[in-house]
């Protein structure tokens, strides 16, 4: 026998086998009388077997219902266990959105602080693609997130890092031997760029206020950290980074100089105040204290 019966159903028929009534177990579940008739009447038919004598006062467990009524409390209590402890377990983690690493030795230095309140304290670093400029807020998949600056969405922030922009030039670049270099140098190269949906990170990391109106080439579409310097080193297109970055990519193919006469990158971690959970507000106020320092 195939059957899929769900902990509502269950908790609806121990209310009424602990009520010996429809109406007053409906008045306890905070449901209409027939509703909860038509669903002991849908459990009785998923289980091929009726639970209840139906008397002219009141309701009586068959032996089927007697049967049944112990291991649905039991499965009951199982699960609000569960559930308490899953509640427990969420209370002591925090999820952290990234689009690339923050890096800056400062999440090492968050958690140490965090054990010495919590040992079983669980930080997570969740990997997003650029083509969510919120890293994961905006679906709630996180309870903070290490975001590059402009971000136009409605969430409290701090600026973690304002650090130089650089360019990533393959080795074989006309540019790659020197330590500075212009944005007027770099006009008519082709540019990777992020995602469209973006913008104006998108803008921002193309330079484009400091164009002046000079047109980008734009040589592909960028989503991560590792596609980004395969096209790069590979001589696709070059793209602009925050210094802080620069690590990801010094892996021989790929040089980076500074870009004199643009302003710097912003780092910033972002929260939902309206989800943020204690243990997250302690995080990013202990992020807050170590960029003060």
Known sequence: MVMDVHLR??????????????????????ISQPALSKQIR??????????????????????AGEELLPRARRLLAEWEEGQQALAQKANC?????????P??????????????????????????????????LAEGTVDLAFVWSPLLLPY???????????????RTHRLAHRRMVTMAELLDEPF????DSVRPLRDHFLAIDERKGHPVTIAGIINDTESTYEAVASGVGICLLAAGNAPIFARGDVVMPEVSD??????????DERRLSPLADTVARLCAELVAV
């Not at 849908?42 to 032996?63: G, S, V």
Request: glycine share 6%.
């Open 9 to 30: 159903d269950l908790r609806y028929f121990v209310a009424v086998a602990t009520e010996g009534s429809v109406t007053r177990a409906a008045q306890a579940l905070f």
């Open 42 to 63: 849908a459990l009785e038919n998923q289980l091929r077997i009726p639970l209840f004598d139906r008397l002219p006062k009141h309701l009586r467990l068959t032996a």
């Open 93 to 101: 983690s925090v999820v952290i959105g990234m689009h690339t690493s």
């Open 103 to 136: 890096g800056r030795g400062l999440m090492p230095a968050v958690r140490a602080r965090l054990v010495e309140q919590c040992p079983e304290v669980g930080l997570e670093m969740r990997q997003m693609p650029w083509s969510d400029p919120s890293a994961g």
């Open 156 to 170: 409290r922030r701090f600026v973690v890092a304002r650090e130089p922009r650089l360019v990533a030039l393959p």
């Open 192 to 195: 990777l760029a992020l995602p």
């Open 262 to 271: 643009i302003g710097p990158a912003e780092l910033v971690l972002a929260w």
